[in-house]
C-alpha cells in the first residue's frame, strides 16, 4: 500500500538491522489451546485479541507491570523492545506480554550482569541459549532483480559472485545478523565492528526462564478460535464493476450455463465474452480472455493436454518469479522460519517438494553461511515432476547449488527424486538420519493443494512428513477456496483471485516478464475451470481449511514474528509499481495480499507430538 | 439538550481537588504513571476495556520514537485486522474497492445483506442502494492520524454496527497517514473518498437521486470528518450531518483538563503532542487551523451551510477542553450542534459494547441519522 511507505525514518537506527534475541527460541506456542468457547472473552476476539476470561486479571496485571518497569528503564529499553525484540502472535496478549516482560526483566535466578548492571555485557557464550532470529539477506533478490536471465543457469552464477560481501550493501538490500553484537551499517564500509555501546539491552535471552517454557497443550481439536470462521470472502474492486460489468455478467452467465450443463446457451455466451473482452483494458481483458478460454475448453471438451509439461513450465516460472514479489515472499519467509528453527543444528536436511530450480535454497543457504559459529552441513532433497525431454533436470539444479555452496564454503549434500506425485513418496526412500544428528525441515511451496486431486493422497503425504521427524514444515499457498463442491463458487472466486493477481502484475516493468506470468497463471486458471477429477490440481484452499487439515493430521503452529514480517516488508518496496502489496500477520502466519486483499500465506509447523511420529 | 454536561460542573471541582492531591503524590518524573492512577483508572471501565485500551497504550508507546519517526512495520504487524467479507456476518458484508490507484487509497464498503438478497452477488457489489432514503455515512477512523487502518478490527467492527443501527451504508476510508505523510494527505484522501462516493449512482437515494452523505470519525477521523466537512459545503455539496466521536483537536495552550487528565487515563499530554507534530507541517504548532479550527488561526463558519453535528465528548478524555471548544465556536457560528458529554467515559468507550455510554451514543447516533429519512 501506498499509504506510508514513503519512507520509514531518514536515518536507518542502525539497531534494526540487527537480528533480534527474544526469550528462548523460535516461539512454538500452539495457538491451538485456544480453542472454540474455551471461555475465551468474545468482545476482545471479535478485535482480535485471544484472552481466556479467567486470565484477563493476569493479562491486566501483566500489563501493570509493564508499564511500571517501562517507567524505571531509561528510553532505550522501550527502543529495544520495539526495535530488537521479535514479536510473535500478538492475538495472543498474554503470552505477547510475558515475553516482553521477560525481555526487560531477565529472570531473578541467574544473573550474567553482576557487576555490569543493566550495562550491556558481551556475554560468555555459554550462558546464551542460541538465539533464534537471524535475518535473511536479501541480496540475492537483488541481483536476480536486476539482472533479467533466460536460463537458470545464470542465477547462480551471479549469486555466487562478491556481491555477497557483506561490507558493502547495495540500497535497499538489508542484511541482518542475530545476538552477537555485531553491527552492519548499510553505509559503513569498515569491518564489522564489535558491541555497540549504545545497546544497553542485549541479548536477555539467557537460558530460557521458567516462564519461557510452557509444557506442550493437548492435541488441538480441529477448528481453531477466533479466526474468521468457514468461509470469509475478500474482495477489492481494482476498477469499478461499471466499467467491466457486462463482461464480468456474461463470464458467470456463461459459468452457470455449464455449470447446468446448457451448452448451447454456453457456447453463445463464450462467443459474447470473447467480443465484450476486446473493449476492455488492461488486467480485466487479459483474465476474462483465459477463464473465457477455459470455459470454451470444457464447453468443447478440449481440455488441456499436459498439466505437467515441465519444461515450459519452468520456463513460465521463472518469469513469474521475476516479475512479481510472490514467489520471492514465499522463499523469503519459508527461509527465516527455517533458519530459526535450524538455529544451533550442526547438520541440517532440507526436503523440498518444490524444487522447481532450485531458486529458493541459494539464501538459505547464504544466510546459513554466514551463521556464527559456522554453517551446518546442508543437506537438500529435492522433489520434481519428471521432465519431458528427459533430462535429468533435478540432477542439474543440484550440480549448481553444489557450485555454489563450494563457493560459499557450506558442505553439501544432494539427492533428486523425480516423481508423478508426492504421494509416490516414501520415507524409506529418503535415508533418514537420527534427528539428533540431522536437523529435517519440509519446504513445499503452492505443491500440497495439487494433492486434494487424489483421495487419500494428502493424508498419505501428512503421514510420511511426519515420518521424517521434521523440526519444522513450511507450507506457502495460495489463499483461496478453489476447492469448493459447486463449479460455479469456483469459477466465481477464481475469477476475482486472479484478476486482482492479474492486476498486481499490471505495473511490471518488463512486458515479457508480464507476459510469461500471465500465461502461467492462464495456465492455473485453465486447470481451476476447464479440468476436474484427477487433472484438476489446482486445488487451492484457504489458510483456515489448512489450519484444519494440518491440526487433524498432528501438526501445531509455528508462529512467524516481526521480524519476519518487517523483512518481508522491505523485500515488497522493492518491486516497482508494487506499491499496492502489503504482508499481513494472521495468528503467526504470514499472508501477502494486493490492496488488503490476501493472496498467498506462509505457514510454519511442528509435530504435535514427537514421539508418536513414527507410529502415524 | 443533555444536563450531563452541566452535572458535570460539579464533579470537576471535585476532580480538580483530587488531581491536586494526586499531584503532590507524583514523585516520578513521568506524566501520570504510578499505581493510584492505574487502579482509577481500572475503576471507571469493565476489566477487558481497560486490557484492550492498555494493550494499545503499550503498543503505541513502543511505536513512537522521541525522533518523530514511527515504527510502521511493527505497528503493521500488531495492527490486529480483518479482511473484507462478501459474507454477511449479522446482516452485514463488505468489500474494498480502489478509489485512486495514484496514492492507493482504498475504501471499505460496507452494506446491509437483504432478505431478497441473503448472499450477495458477486457481480453486483455496486447494485443500487433501495430505498426512499438511503443513509450513506462516510467513516474516518481513529488514531490520532498515525495508527489503524480501515481495516483494523476495531473499526471494521464498529463500521459494521453503523451499518445495523442507521440502516446506512459505510464507506471507511484507508486514508495516508502520518508521519509518513503529513497534512493535509489525510484531509485530501477524506476528500477524494468524499466526492467518490458522492458520484456514485449506486448510492442515490431514491427520493431524490442525490447521495445523503453523513460523516463520521473518532478521534483523528472526528477532526478529518470536520475539514471534509468545510470543504464540502464550500464547494456547493450537501453534507447532511457530522458524527464526531472524542475528535482530535487541540492547540497551543495547555488547557485545565489537559493538566488536570494528563496520564490518568491511558492518555499523556506528551503523546498528544508527538502526534500532533508528526501530523502538522514542519514548523507548524498546535494552533494551525488543522488542529485548532477555531483558534487564532482559524476560520469562522458563519454565512456557511455547515451541517448539523453530533459531537461526543468522553468526561475523562484530557483534550475535552479542546472538544468542548469546539462545540462553542459551531454554536457561535450558528449552527446546529448536539453536545454528547459522557462523564465517566474514557477514550475508545465505543470499542466494546460493554457499557452504558456506548449504548447511549449508538441511540444518539441512530436517531441523528434516523431524523433525516
Request: glycine residues 6%.
Amino acid at each position: 500500500m501506498k499509504r506510508d511507505h514513503n519512507h520509514l525514518q531518514p536515518n536507518p537506527d542502525p539497531s534494526s538491522l540487527r537480528g533480534a534475541p527474544s526469550t528462548g527460541k523460535a516461539k512454538v506456542w500452539d495457538e491451538e489451546s485456544a480453542q472454540q468457547d474455551c471461555g475465551m472473552d468474545e468482545l476482545l476476539a471479535v478485535l482480535g485479541y485471544k484472552v481466556k476470561t479467567s486470565d484477563m486479571a493476569e493479562v491486566a496485571q501483566k500489563l501493570e507491570q509493564l508499564e511500571e518497569v517501562m517507567c524505571n528503564v531509561q528510553d532505550d529499553g522501550i527502543s529495544h523492545l520495539a526495535s530488537e525484540t521479535v514479536h510473535y502472535n500478538p492475538s495472543d496478549l498474554s503470552t505477547w506480554l510475558e515475553s516482553m516482560l521477560s525481555e526487560l526483566n531477565p529472570p531473578s535466578t541467574f544473573d550474567p550482569f553482576g557487576a555490569a548492571g543493566t550495562a550491556a555485557a558481551a556475554l560468555d557464550d555459554s550462558f546464551l541459549v542460541p538465539a533464534e532470529s537471524s535475518t535473511l539477506t536479501t541480496l540475492d533478490f537483488d541481483n536476480i532483480n536486476r539482472k533479467h536471465q533466460k536460463s537458470g543457469q545464470q542465477i547462480f552464477e551471479e549469486a555466487s559472485c562478491s556481491d555477497y560481501d557483506l561490507k558493502a550493501i547495495p540500497g535497499k538490500a538489508i542484511y541482518s545478523q542475530k545476538t552477537q553484537p555485531q553491527t552492519h551499517d548499510s553505509s559503513s564500509s569498515s569491518t564489522p565492528t564489535n558491541v555497540k555501546s549504545e545497546k544497553r539491552f542485549k541479548s536477555t535471552s539467557g537460558p530460557p526462564s521458567p516462564s519461557d517454557i510452557f509444557p506442550p497443550p493437548p492435541p488441538p481439536a480441529a477448528a481453531s478460535y477466533g479466526i474468521p470462521t468457514a468461509s470469509t470472502r475478500p474482495v477489492v474492486l481494482v476498477d469499478s464493476q461499471e466499467n467491466g460489468i457486462r463482461l464480468v455478467h456474461a463470464l458467470m452467465a456463461c459459468a452457470e450455463a455449464v455449470q447446468q450443463n446448457n451448452l448451447n446457451l454456453a457456447e453463445a455466451l463464450v462467443k459474447q465474452i470473447g467480443f465484450l473482452a476486446i473493449s476492455q483494458a488492461g488486467a480485466m481483458r487479459k483474465v476474462a480472455t483465459y477463464f473465457a478460454e477455459a470455459l470454451a475448453r470444457r464447453i468443447y471438451r478440449f481440455y488441456p493436454q499436459n498439466p505437467l509439461d515441465h519444461s515450459f513450465s519452468d520456463v513460465l516460472h521463472m518469469h513469474f518469479y521475476e516479475t512479481c514479489p510472490y514467489l520471492k515472499f514465499a522463499h523469503f519467509t519459508a527461509n527465516q522460519a527455517i533458519l530459526e528453527a535450524f538455529e544451533g543444528k550442526k547438520r541440517v536436511h532440507v526436503i523440498d517438494f518444490s524444487m522447481n530450480q532450485g531458486m529458493q535454497w541459494p539464501a538459505l543457504m547464504q544466510a546459513l553461511a554466514l551463521r556464527v559459529g559456522g554453517p551446518p552441513a546442508f543437506r537438500l532433497t529435492g522433489f520434481g515432476p519428471p521432465s519431458h525431454d528427459n533430462s535429468d533436470h533435478l540432477q542439474e539444479v543440484g550440480c549448481k547449488l553444489a557450485q555454489f555452496a563450494k563457493k560459499i564454503h557450506v558442505e553439501f549434500e544432494y539427492r533428486g527424486f523425480v516423481a508423478n506425485s508426492l504421494a509416490d513418496l516414501d520415507a524409506s526412500m529418503l535415508d533418514l538420519r537420527p534427528s539428533e544428528v540431522e536437523a529435517v525441515a519440509v519446504n513445499s511451496v503452492f505443491e500440497l493443494h495439487k494433492l486434494l486431486a487424489r483421495p487419500g493422497a494428502i493424508d498419505k503425504v501428512f503421514s510420511v512428513v511426519k515420518q521424517m521427524k521434521p523440526e519444522l514444515v513450511t507450507i506457502v499457498e495460495q489463499e483461496a477456496n478453489h476447492n469448493g463442491p459447486v463449479f460455479l463458487d469456483r469459477f466465481t472466486e477464481s475469477l476475482h483471485f486472479y484478476s486482482t493477481l492479474f492486476d498486481s502484475l499490471e505495473g511490471s516493468v518488463s512486458s515479457q516478464d508480464k507476459v510469461m506470468s500471465e500465461v502461467y497463471l492462464g495456465k492455473q486458471i485453465c486447470n481451476v475451470v476447464a479440468c476436474e477429477g484427477v487433472d484438476r490440481i489446482e486445488r487451492h484452499e484457504s489458510l483456515t481449511q489448512w489450519r484444519n487439515r494440518l491440526s487433524t493430521a498432528g501438526f501445531s503452529p509455528v508462529h512467524l514474528g516481526s521480524n519476519a514480517f518487517k523483512q518481508a516488508s522491505m523485500l515488497l518496496a522493492l518491486f516497482a509499481g508494487g506499491d499496492g502489496y502489503g504482508v499481513e500477520e494472521n495468528n503467526g502466519c504470514l499472508m501477502l495480499g494486493w490492496h488488503n486483499r490476501p493472496l498467498i500465506t506462509t505457514s510454519a509447523w511442528k509435530l504435535t507430538n514427537k514421539t508418536t511420529a513414527i507410529s502415524q | 439538550m443533555n444536563y450531563g454536561f452541566l452535572s458535570s460542573f460539579f464533579q470537576k471541582d471535585l476532580f480538580l481537588v483530587l488531581g491536586f492531591v494526586f499531584e503532590c503524590l507524583k514523585e516520578r518524573g513521568m506524566a501520570g504513571s504510578n499505581e493510584v492512577n492505574l487502579n482509577e483508572c481500572k475503576t471507571v471501565v469493565p476489566l477487558n476495556t481497560w486490557v484492550l485500551i492498555s494493550s494499545f497504550k503499550l503498543a503505541y508507546n513502543l511505536l513512537r520514537r522521541p525522533d518523530g519517526t514511527f515504527n510502521r512495520h511493527l505497528a503493521e504487524f500488531l495492527d490486529r485486522k480483518v479482511p473484507a467479507n462478501l459474507n454477511p456476518v449479522d446482516g452485514v458484508f463488505s468489500f474494498d474497492v480502489l478509489i485512486d490507484r495514484a496514492t492507493g487509497l482504498l475504501c471499505r464498503i460496507y452494506r446491509p445483506a437483504t432478505a431478497e438478497e441473503p448472499e450477495p452477488n458477486i457481480v453486483e457489489l455496486e447494485k443500487p442502494v433501495v430505498g426512499d432514503v438511503v443513509p450513506v455515512i462516510i467513516f474516518f477512523h481513529g488514531g490520532s492520524f498515525a495508527h489503524s487502518s480501515a481495516n483494523s478490527a476495531i473499526y471494521d467492527t464498529l463500521c459494521r454496527r453503523l451499518v445495523g443501527i442507521c440502516k446506512a451504508v459505510v464507506v471507511s476510508v484507508n486514508y495516508r497517514r502520518a508521519p509518513e505523510n503529513r497534512y493535509p494527505c489525510a484531509y485530501d484522501d477524506g476528500w477524494t473518498a468524499f466526492k467518490w462516493v458522492n458520484s456514485r449512482s449506486w448510492l442515490q437515494s431514491q427520493k431524490d437521486s442525490k447521495v445523503h452523505i453523513y460523516l463520521a470519525g473518532d478521534s483523528s477521523g472526528g477532526n478529518i470528518a470536520h475539514h471534509v466537512a468545510a470543504r464540502a459545503v464550500e464547494s456547493g455539496i450537501d453534507v447532511l450531518g457530522n458524527i464526531l466521536l472524542n475528535p482530535m483537536f487541540g492547540g497551543q495552550e495547555r488547557t485545565e483538563s489537559e493538566m488536570r487528565l494528563d496520564g490518568k487515563y491511558f492518555v499523556t499530554l506528551r503523546d498528544r503532542d508527538w502526534y500532533w507534530r508528526a501530523f502538522l507541517p514542519e514548523g507548524e504548532n498546535r494552533d494551525h487551523p488543522a488542529c485548532n479550527p477555531f483558534g487564532p488561526n482559524g476560520r469562522s463558519l458563519e454565512g456557511i451551510k455547515f451541517p448539523k453535528s453530533l459531537v461526543v465528548v468522553a468526561g475523562l478524555d484530557l483534550i475535552q477542553d479542546w472538544q468542548l471548544a469546539y462545540v462553542e465556536g459551531l454554536r457561535k457560528a450558528g449552527k446546529e450542534v448536539k453536545l454528547l458529554y459522557m462523564e465517566q467515559a474514557t477514550i475508545g468507550f465505543y470499542l466494546l459494547p460493554n457499557n452504558n455510554h456506548f449504548h447511549t451514543v449508538m441511540d444518539e447516533i441512530s436517531e441523528f441519522v434516523g431524523s433525516d429519512c
